[in-house]
C-alpha cells in the first residue's frame, strides 16, 4: 500500500510590522538620548542615601579635584559659546573661530584667561593631558583701584548666570578632596549670594 504524502505548506511571517517597530524604537532613542561627553578629569564621588536626581537641563557643574583644581561645563552649547563670549570680552582675550570651536567641542573648560588661547591652540589629544594641570584659578583679582574683585571662577559664574538665569549649579567633588578645597568653593559662590547648589554624590543604601 502506497504511503500518502501530506503536502507541506510553508510558514510565511509577514516581518513589516516588526521592523516598524524596531525603526519607531530606534528613532525615539536617537531623538531622547543625551550624549554625555568623558570628562577629562576623573573625579569617584563620595557615598550619600540622598536620592534627590540632578537636574538633567539648565546646570552649570562645578568639578573639583582632589588637587583642589576647578573645572566647569555647561549642558547647552548656546549658554557655553555666550559665556566664553563675554568671559574673553571683560578679559581683553581674542579667540578665534578654530579656538572656538575646540572651546565648545571640549568636555569641560578650566582654563586661566591668560592661558586659555595658548590652550586652545593644542591638538585635540594633548588638550585632554594639558587641562588636568591648569584649573580655573579662585584667587580673588586686582582692580584698577587697588581692590580686591571677583574670583575668574566667579566670573565665569556670574557670566553663565547672566546668559541663563535659569542656572542651577551642581558642585562634583572627589572622594579624596580636602573639606577645606571644597568650603573654599561653597565659600566663593556664597560671595556672590548663590546660596543654592547641590553637591553630587554616589548613591547608596542606608544599611550600606
Same mark, same amino acid.
Given at each position: 500500500?502506497?504511503?500518502?504524502?501530506?503536502?507541506?505548506?510553508?510558514?510565511?511571517?509577514?516581518?513589516?510590522?516588526?521592523?516598524?517597530?524596531?525603526?519607531?524604537?530606534?528613532?525615539?532613542?536617537?531623538?531622547?538620548?543625551?550624549?554625555?561627553?568623558?570628562?577629562?578629569?576623573?573625579?569617584?564621588?563620595? &557615598? =550619600?542615601?540622598?536620592?534627590?536626581?540632578?537636574? +538633567?537641563?539648565?546646570?552649570?557643574?562645578?568639578? /573639583? %579635584? #582632589?588637587?583642589? !583644581?576647578?573645572?566647569?561645563?555647561?549642558?547647552?552649547?548656546?549658554?557655553?559659546?555666550?559665556?566664553?563670549?563675554?568671559?574673553?570680552?571683560?578679559?581683553?582675550?581674542?579667540?578665534?573661530?578654530?579656538?572656538?570651536?575646540?572651546?565648545?567641542?571640549?568636555?569641560?573648560?578650566?582654563?586661566?584667561?591668560?592661558?586659555?588661547?595658548?590652550?586652545?591652540?593644542?591638538?585635540?589629544?594633548?588638550?585632554?593631558?594639558?587641562?588636568?594641570?591648569?584649573?580655573?584659578?579662585?584667587?580673588?583679582?586686582?582692580?584698577?583701584? &587697588? =581692590?580686591?574683585?571677583?574670583?575668574?571662577?566667579? +566670573?565665569?559664574?556670574?557670566?553663565?548666570?547672566? /546668559? %541663563? #538665569?535659569?542656572? !542651577?549649579?551642581?558642585?562634583?567633588?572627589?572622594?579624596?578632596?580636602?573639606?577645606?578645597?571644597?568650603?573654599?568653593?561653597?565659600?566663593?559662590?556664597?560671595?556672590?549670594?548663590?546660596?543654592?547648589?547641590?553637591?553630587?554624590?554616589?548613591?547608596?543604601?542606608?544599611?550600606?
Amino acid at each position: 500500500m502506497g504511503k500518502v504524502k501530506i503536502k507541506k505548506n510553508d510558514v510565511w511571517i509577514d516581518m513589516t510590522p516588526m521592523s516598524d517597530v524596531m525603526v519607531l524604537l530606534l528613532t525615539f532613542f536617537m531623538l531622547t538620548s543625551t550624549f554625555v561627553k568623558n570628562e577629562p578629569v576623573k573625579v569617584v564621588t563620595p &557615598g =550619600s542615601v540622598s536620592e534627590v536626581k540632578v537636574p +538633567e537641563k539648565d546646570v552649570l557643574n562645578i568639578l /573639583v %579635584n #582632589p588637587e583642589g !583644581k576647578i573645572f566647569m561645563s555647561l549642558d547647552k552649547v548656546s549658554d557655553l559659546e555666550m559665556t566664553l563670549d563675554a568671559m574673553t570680552s571683560k578679559f581683553g582675550v581674542k579667540l578665534n573661530g578654530s579656538q572656538i570651536k575646540a572651546f565648545k567641542n571640549d568636555a569641560m573648560f578650566g582654563a586661566p584667561m591668560d592661558k586659555l588661547s595658548q590652550y586652545l591652540n593644542l591638538p585635540h589629544e594633548k588638550m585632554a593631558e594639558a587641562i588636568k594641570m591648569l584649573g580655573i584659578p579662585t584667587d580673588s583679582l586686582k582692580q584698577a583701584d &587697588g =581692590s580686591k574683585g571677583k574670583s575668574e571662577f566667579q +566670573e565665569w559664574v556670574t557670566a553663565a548666570k547672566d /546668559v %541663563n #538665569p535659569n542656572l !542651577k549649579l551642581c558642585i562634583k567633588a572627589d572622594a579624596r578632596t580636602p573639606y577645606k578645597v571644597v568650603k573654599n568653593v561653597m565659600s566663593e559662590l556664597q560671595d556672590m549670594s548663590e546660596n543654592r547648589y547641590q553637591l553630587i554624590t554616589s548613591y547608596k543604601k542606608s544599611e550600606d
